[in-house]
């Protein structure tokens, strides 16, 4: 369902309604919208359009709650453009074309459209199709919000004619002036001690439009002394922590334990890894990824790694939640803390890339099995030296392919279990060259 804004008459009672506490603080200039300075001030993305007096379309990419209407509506304000408002979740093509033709008709009594449209990835690749001629010739400036990356979200030719501006959730120093801003609405002060102010801040976890639902909750508390941390959380419902396993978050999350992982901050590792249960990810996946790291960053450093986490993940399969989750816990310390090498991951690489290179190469003779006559009649296995019989258990024979030169496909690295093999390597180079030599 859209939704006007010039030229729109408010109900005769609209007045006597109802109005949350964050409708009746939402910001009246760009100026009052705390938190994203990095696109609306002078110079910033957003203030250079307003500037040169020249909107663009544009996708306002953020968390719930970071001002992406408050900016949408104000643009349009401030640019003397009809705002026209639509919900992907509520509308269809009927409604498109009928904005559209709308926009079209206010365009040639010069007057232009910005049009918002919020959760815009919901709409389905045809219907974001259908914005294109319309955005692409300037019937309408198309603005639109989502919560989801739109790389993932939106049709490349609908991200090619519009800017993708990605507001920031709001840190603590934006929350604290929202909580003034209310404060001052209200007309008295939060019922609340230090570390319970900073305590409710935290719960809104950068959302400002919940930041004044929760302020709602505490106004309407009886009169009393100051509540600490522990009498708010009695007072109010805490959330979830903002997380989603299909999507962005899923993806954001599973790469910082991965990186924290790979960078030996285990401590880091033990928060991602908190972050993804709190958030409700199936520790099965989160098993699958700890045997994934542990063969791509610590391979041979560390051989327990791979046995070690596979271990992990049999015991959860085994106990469940909750009781399984900690050995994911117990896991995700031994991956922190064991020495790193990617150098299997490396030669696995090399090895493929050879592969490519060198096409359908056979085997050389020698080293293939003769169970025919006929077979040993063409020479195979005809001059295979048994290693176990030779000097040093080694005899030292090429195994490549016939016309392949050897190659180093695997450099361990020189940090734990990895120097030993190093050393072992380095002796069988040089009694291949001795061989080589006799």
Not at 412 to 433: C, M, N, S, T, V
Request: charged share 25%; hydrophobic share 40%; proline share 6%.
């Amino acid at each position: 369902m859209a939704r006007r804004g010039k030229g729109e008459d408010p109900s005769l009672f609209q007045a006597l309604a109802p109005q949350p506490l964050a409708d009746r603080l939402r910001p009246q200039r760009l100026a009052d919208v705390v938190g994203q300075d990095h696109l609306l001030a002078d110079g910033a993305p957003i203030g250079r359009m307003l500037a040169t007096g020249k909107l663009a379309s544009m996708i306002l990419w953020g968390p719930p709650g970071c001002g992406k209407t408050t900016v949408a509506r104000l643009l349009a304000q401030q640019t003397n453009l009809e705002f026209v408002a639509l919900s992907a979740v509520f509308s269809g093509v009927a409604d498109l074309r009928r904005i559209f033709e709308e926009a079209r008709v206010r365009r040639t009594q010069g007057r232009g459209t910005l049009l918002f449209i919020d959760e815009i990835h919901r709409f389905n690749r045809a219907q974001q199709d259908g914005f294109l001629p319309w955005v692409e010739d300037g019937t309408v400036i198309l603005v639109g919000a989502t919560t989801e990356n739109p790389s993932f979200e939106l049709n490349a030719p609908l991200l090619s004619r519009a800017r993708v501006l990605v507001l920031n959730r709001l840190d603590d120093q934006a929350l604290d002036a929202l909580l003034s801003r209310a404060e001052t609405a209200l007309g008295r002060p939060l019922p609340l001690d230090a570390d319970a102010r900073a305590a409710l801040r935290a719960l809104a976890d950068g959302d400002g439009r919940y930041l004044l639902n929760l302020v709602e909750v505490l106004a309407e508390l009886p009169a009393g002394p100051p509540l600490n941390a522990a009498a708010l959380a009695a007072a109010v419902q805490r959330r979830l922590p903002l997380y989603d396993k299909a999507q962005e978050g899923h993806y954001n999350l599973i790469s910082a334990l991965h990186k924290s992982l790979r960078g030996s901050d285990t401590d880091a590792a033990l928060y991602w890894l908190a972050r993804m249960i709190a958030g409700g990810e199936d520790p099965r996946y989160i098993a699958r990824r700890l045997v994934r790291f542990a063969s791509e960053d610590i391979g041979l450093a560390e051989p327990q790694a791979l046995i070690q986490a596979l271990a992990a993940w049999e015991a959860y399969e085994r106990l469940g939640s909750p009781e399984g989750e900690l050995a994911l816990v117990q896991c995700v310390i031994f991956l922190g803390s064991a020495p790193k090498s990617n150098s299997a991951y490396k030669a696995q690489g090399r090895a493929m890339r050879m592969a490519r290179e060198t096409g359908s190469l056979m085997p050389p003779k020698h080293i293939l099995n003769a169970p025919t006559r006929m077979m040993r009649d063409l020479g195979y296995g005809e001059g295979y030296a048994y290693d176990h019989d030779a000097p040093e258990g080694f005899s030292g024979q090429d195994y490549f392919p016939d016309g392949v030169d050897r190659r180093r496909l695997y450099h361990p690295g020189e940090r734990g279990f990895e120097k030993e093999i190093a050393a072992r390597l380095a002796y069988w180079d040089r009694l291949r060259a001795r061989r080589e030599q006799e």
